[in-house]
C-alpha cells in the first residue's frame, strides 16, 4: 500500500486554443494524505484533476500514479487506481437507476455480477443513498446526486479519491454529510475546492496553485491562515478563521488559530475513538479478548481526553 503515490514532474499542458493551463508544476503526494488543492478561477486546478486518472494526458513532464507512469497503455491500470469525481454529478451519472450508474464501473472491471451487487450495495451505504437504488438519477436532488457521484466512484474501490469541487451543487446539510463522508475515507484523497472551510475540515495539507504551478504547499492549517498568501491568490481566509478574527476583535492571532485547530483535533478524537471500538469488537470476534480489551480501554482514554480538549477551548476564549 506503500506505493500509492502521485506525482507530476514538470508538467505542461496546453489546450487546443493556445492556452497554457499547466507550466511545469511539480507535486508529490503519498499514501493515505489528504490534499487539498486551492487557487483562482482559472488557475489551473481541474486542468491537474483531470491529468490524474489519465482524461487529460501530460504534453511534458510526467505524471507517475502508484507503479505506473501515465501514459496511453497504462491508462487503464492507472483509472482502477484514481476514482476522478467531476464538478458536475450530470456528467457522471447517465444510466436509468442509481443502482446501474454505480455497478457500470465495477462491471467495466470485469467483476462478476455477484460482486458487483455487494460493492454496489455497501457503496450507497456509505453515502447514505442505498434507499434511492432504484431511482432514475436525474429525479434526484443536487445533494443525492453528488453522494450518488461519489457512491459510483467508492464501488470501484479505489486506492486515490480525487474530486473536483464537490460541494459546488451542495446546500449546507449535504455539504456537512460530504465532509463527514469524506473525513472516513481513509486511502489518499485529493480535492480541489473554492470552500476552503471544507479544505480545512478535510484535508491535511494544502496545495495552492496559480498559472499552472505550486506557490504554496504545507499543512492546511498554516496555508490557509495566511491571509496575506491567500490574498495574493485572490483567495479568502476560511470563514471559520474570519469569524474568529472578528470575535477576538482584532486581526487573525495564533490563540485563534489553536482555537481552530483545537476544535479539529477535538473531532477527530472522537472519530479515532470510534474507531478503536471497532476494532475492539473485530479482535473479539477473531478470538483475541486480550487485544479487545486493550483497544477497548485506549477507546476510554481517547474519549476521555473530550473534556480537556473542551477546557482548552474554553481557555482560548
Ligand atoms: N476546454 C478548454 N479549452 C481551452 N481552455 C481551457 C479549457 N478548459 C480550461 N481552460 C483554460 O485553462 C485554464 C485553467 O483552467 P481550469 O483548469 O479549469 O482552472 P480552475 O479549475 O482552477 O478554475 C484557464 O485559463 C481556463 O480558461
Ligand atoms: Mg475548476
Known amino acids: 500500500m506503500s506505493h500509492h503515490i502521485v506525482e507530476f514532474q514538470d508538467v505542461h499542458f496546453r489546450y487546443p486554443d493556445g492556452t497554457a493551463a499547466l ?8 499514501h493515505g494524505e489528504s490534499v487539498g488543492i486551492v487557487g483562482a478561477n482559472g488557475s489551473g486546478k481541474s486542468t491537474l484533476l483531470m491529468h490524474m486518472n489519465g482524461y487529460l494526458m501530460p504534453q ?28 458536475n454529478p450530470d456528467e457522471q451519472l447517465f444510466m436509468p437507476t442509481v443502482f446501474d450508474d454505480v455497478a457500470f464501473g465495477p462491471l467495466n472491471l470485469g467483476l462478476s455480477r455477484d460482486r458487483v451487487g455487494d460493492q454496489v450495495t455497501a457503496a450507497l451505504k456509505t453515502v447514505g443513498c442505498l434507499h434511492l437504488k432504484d431511482k432514475p438519477p436525474h429525479h434526484l436532488s443536487g445533494g443525492q446526486k453528488s453522494a450518488v457521484a461519489v457512491a459510483a466512484v467508492i464501488a470501484m474501490q479505489p486506492d486515490i479519491l480525487v474530486m473536483d469541487e464537490p460541494a459546488s451543487h451542495l446546500d449546507p446539510k449535504s455539504r456537512r454529510a460530504l465532509i463527514n463522508l469524506l473525513r472516513h475515507f481513509h486511502h489518499t ?26 506557490v504554496a504547499d504545507g499543512k492546511s492549517g498554516d496555508v490557509l491562515s495566511d491571509s496575506q498568501l491567500l490574498e495574493e491568490n485572490n483567495l479568502e481566509l476560511p470563514l471559520s478563521l474570519q469569524q474568529r478574527a472578528v ?17 479539529h483535533w477535538a473531532e477527530h478524537n ?16 477473531l478470538g483475541r479478548p486480550e487485544l479487545a480489551k486493550l483497544l477497548n480501554t485506549i477507546a476510554d482514554e481517547t474519549l476521555a481526553t473530550d473534556a480537556r ?3 482548552a477551548l474554553e481557555l482560548c476564549r
Open 247 to 263: 470575535s477576538t476583535g482584532g486581526p487573525m492571532d495564533e490563540i485563534a488559530k489553536l482555537h481552530h485547530l483545537l476544535e
Open 309 to 311: 480538549f473542551r477546557e
Open 189 to 214: 484523497k485529493i480535492i480541489a475546492s473554492h470552500d476552503l472551510d471544507l479544505i480545512l475540515d478535510t484535508c491535511g495539507r494544502c496545495i495552492i496553485i496559480k498559472e499552472g504551478k505550486v
Open 60 to 87: 511534458g513532464g510526467a505524471i507517475t500514479i502508484g507503479d505506473f507512469q501515465l501514459n496511453k497503455k497504462t491508462r487503464p491500470e492507472v483509472r482502477k487506481k484514481v476514482g476522478l469525481i467531476f464538478q
Open 23 to 30: 507550466n511545469g508544476i511539480s507535486l508529490r503526494i503519498t
Open 270 to 285: 472522537t472519530e479515532h475513538a470510534k474507531t478503536y471500538q471497532d476494532w475492539s469488537k473485530k479482535a473479539e470476534t
